[in-house]
Each structure stands twice: as structure tokens, then as C-alpha cells.
């Protein structure tokens, strides 16, 4: 069994788009969406009608804490084995059809030596989330350093219907690799989906890789956007 969950902060219009697809894909999915201190009234009408419980809470993405929430939520109204982390800004394509095989799996980036998984759309073994949680591994201070973010609301990640912001956010899928591999979790590739920091970055990557072998792609931010209407 698997859960599905998304956050929404400023992208209200493009997550319902998602949800839309992904309704259509997994009619029968449990599904959570939580607003991140944002009302979003459209948005939870569109929830209440496709059956896709809605978490109300306040602005966490500054913190570690957003994860947790997150982790929380899943355990408290979930017993579904795998949770399925998506973005507003991921597309679905297809019903996938295999996981990743580790605790935490999805699309990994590797410099150098080291490597994450992209949180476009990323997987976790419920016993992961445990894991995580137990060891209360989350809480390190170390997470609360600005090495552990980014710029989301500025250009390269910034859609034209987002508004510009030099708050910086934490990286959440940084913390969560690196976090599990603090407390020995194993991470994977999950080769049906293909998440890229950038839009620029996932065109390149789709010149080499074909679509047909792929249930999810990360980030289509716009409607109009060519891969968008695929």
C-alpha cells in the first residue's frame, strides 16, 4: 500500500494541476496535502472532492521541523508500507510500475563522492520513517546551518507565476540523505522517475533518456511548457 504526500506554499494552482493527474493515475491512493501556512480555499474544495485529506499547519520550510511534520503525519493516519513524497512541480506520466529498493529512494545526484536524492519524488520504506524519527537524527543543529539551504524563490528554480523571495529554505531532500546515512539507512536510484534541480537541467537529461521508461519528471512548473503537455 502506498500514501501519497505533497506541500503547497505559493504554488496552490499548479499543485491542484498535479493532483488532478495523479487522481487520474491512482483514483484510489491515499493522499495528503499539507498547506505550509497558506490558505488555498480552490484547493481544498478540489481536496475535499477527491478525497485527498488536508493538513492545515503553519510555516515550517525555514526548519527541519517541515520533515518532521511530514514524517509525523504519515505514521499518525497512514499504515501504508511506502510514502511517496511529490511536488507541486512533478509530473506524473504513468503509473509506475517498481520502487527503489533502499529505506529512502529516488533520482540520485552524486559531486564527487558524496550524493543525494532529489525530493521532486521521493520514496520511503515506512520502517525508514521509524528510523528517522526514533533516532531523533533530525534534530541535529547542524541541519539549522545555511549550508543545509537555498534560494528556492530566486532563479534557477523560480516559476514566472512565483513571487521573488531571498528567504532562504532548507534543503530538505539534502537533510534526508544525509541524515540516513548518518544512522546507517540505505538509499537508492528509483529508475522510473527523473527529478533535476532545474528545468534547463531536465531537458538536458530527457535529450538522453526516453520518456517511455519514465513515470515521473520533476520540475514542469508551467502549463504552457512543452514537456507539460506530454
Not at 491542484?16 to 496535502?33: F, K
Not at 550524493?115 to 526514533?134: P, W
Not at 538536458?204 to 520518456?211: A, I, M, N, P
Amino acid at each position: 500500500m502506498i500514501s501519497f504526500v505533497m506541500h503547497v506554499y505559493q504554488d496552490a494552482a499548479l499543485a491542484q494541476l498535479r493532483l488532478s493527474e495523479l487522481r487520474s493515475l491512482y483514483p484510489d491512493a491515499e493522499a495528503l496535502v499539507i498547506f505550509d501556512g497558506v490558505e488555498a480555499p480552490e484547493l481544498e474544495n478540489f481536496c475535499s472532492a477527491a478525497k485527498i485529506h488536508v493538513h492545515k499547519g503553519r510555516r515550517l520550510k525555514e526548519s527541519p521541523q517541515w520533515i518532521v511534520r511530514m514524517l509525523r503525519l504519515f505514521l499518525a493516519t497512514s499504515p501504508a508500507e511506502y510514502l511517496i513524497k511529490i511536488d507541486p512541480d512533478t509530473k506524473w506520466l504513468k503509473p509506475f510500475q517498481v520502487l527503489g529498493t533502499g529505506g529512502i529512494f529516488g533520482t540520485i545526484h552524486r559531486f564527487n563522492s558524496w550524493s543525494y536524492v532529489n525530493g521532486g519524488a521521493m520514496g520511503f520504506r515506512r520502517f525508514a520513517v521509524d528510523c528517522l524519527l526514533e533516532s531523533r537524527v533530525l534534530e541535529n543543529p547542524r541541519y539549522e546551518q545555511e549550508s543545509f539551504r537555498y534560494n528556492r524563490w530566486l532563479p534557477p528554480y523560480l516559476a514566472s507565476t512565483e513571487q521573488r523571495s531571498l528567504d532562504r529554505i532548507i534543503a530538505s531532500d539534502i537533510i534526508l540523505s544525509d541524515a540516513a546515512r548518518s544512522i546507517g539507512l540505505s538509499v537508492s536510484d528509483w529508475t522510473e522517475v527523473l527529478c533535476c534541480a532545474s528545468h534547463m537541467q531536465l531537458c538536458e537529461r530527457l535529450k538522453l533518456q526516453s520518456l517511455d521508461k519514465l513515470s515521473a519528471i520533476h520540475p514542469v512548473k508551467n502549463a504552457e511548457d512543452r514537456i507539460a503537455q506530454i
